[in-house]
């Protein structure tokens, strides 16, 4: 997202670590736009750090998010408590908007908690006083990102076992999502507003899989195991770790049925959705 912004505008990358924040000099190093990049190191949750930065702001991109909690990271401080703080951080500034990534099926409802979570989360930006634009987005697929090396695996296996292959999924480009995001900095909003995007299609992670698989001039074997097998294995390593693996909370995202619309939010922000077969091979085959 730095990279697309940062040649056209001054952008401030808030990280809240001095790794992270090596990671991103190294990634900017050599760019000619490098000096137009100011990178700052806070802790999320601290409104009165988060203030000083937002001083120069107009525009705000919210990424913060997790859909596994860990032993020092909970879903409401990750997900809540730092949209909290940014609101609180942004009050008597000139922001004239959010634009925050959610997640697909986030309702404060829900009986999952992260995506309870991210629907409280919705709902505090949406009672704030900035307008906001909240993008909820399902499997996002990026050069070198770990969802793409999982699907990479199974494609190349000859067996390949998954839980529940029937699960619906509608992954989209990281391409996508940053021009999305891009286009969202541009709009005017006079209240908050949700858009529902994703890929161009839906289909089962058993037919993904064989779709990737056939990038790679592979046939696999597909064995599609029950949901509940995973949910109790999930259930025994939490309560053999404070930090497991896997959990069911994050089983229960990633066996979210995706098959949303995607015209309107495409419509909207004046975006053309990268198909799937291009996605898989530029990501696959790179």
């Not at 001054?10 to 137009?36: C, H, I, M, W």
């Not at 909970?74 to 959010?98: H, N």
């Not at 909370?249 to 995706?258: E, N, Q, T, Y």
Request: with cysteine; proline share 4%; aromatic share 4%.
């Amino acid at each position: 997202m730095i990279l697309r912004l940062a040649p056209k505008v001054p952008v401030t990358a808030l990280v809240r670590s001095e790794r992270a924040a090596k990671v991103l000099r190294k990634e900017l190093q050599g760019k000619d736009y490098f000096t137009n990049v100011s990178i700052r190191v806070h802790d999320y949750a601290d409104a009165g750090a988060m203030a000083e930065t937002l001083d120069s702001c107009r525009s705000v991109i919210h990424l913060v998010g997790i859909i596994k909690e860990t032993a020092t990271s909970t879903y409401v401080q990750a997900q809540e408590e730092t949209t909290r703080a940014l609101l609180s951080a942004a009050q008597g500034k000139e922001i004239a908007r959010i634009v925050y990534v959610s997640i697909a099926g986030a309702d404060e409802n829900s009986k999952n908690t992260c995506l309870a979570s991210k629907g409280r989360a919705e709902k505090i930006l949406a009672e704030g006083a900035i307008p906001s634009l909240i993008l909820r987005v399902p499997m996002v697929l990026g050069e070198g990102d770990y969802a793409v090396a999982s699907l990479k695996r199974r494609a190349n296996s000859k067996v390949v076992f998954l839980l529940r292959g029937a699960s619906l999924e509608q992954p989209i480009f990281a391409g996508d999502v940053e021009q999305a995001l891009y286009r969202g900095l541009a709009c005017e909003l006079a209240h908050t507003r949700i858009l529902e995007l994703s890929g161009p299609e839906s289909l089962s992670r058993k037919a993904l899989t064989l779709r990737a698989a056939q990038v790679l001039g592979k046939v696999p074997r597909i064995v599609s195991l029950p949901y509940s097998l995973g949910f109790g294995l999930a259930w025994i390593l939490e309560q053999l770790s404070s930090s497991p693996p896997v959990t069911r909370a994050m089983l229960g995202v990633l066996d979210h049925d995706d098959n949303v619309d995607a015209v309107p939010a495409c419509e909207s922000l004046g975006i053309e959705l990268t198909s799937l077969d291009k996605m898989l091979g530029m990501l696959i085959l790179g």
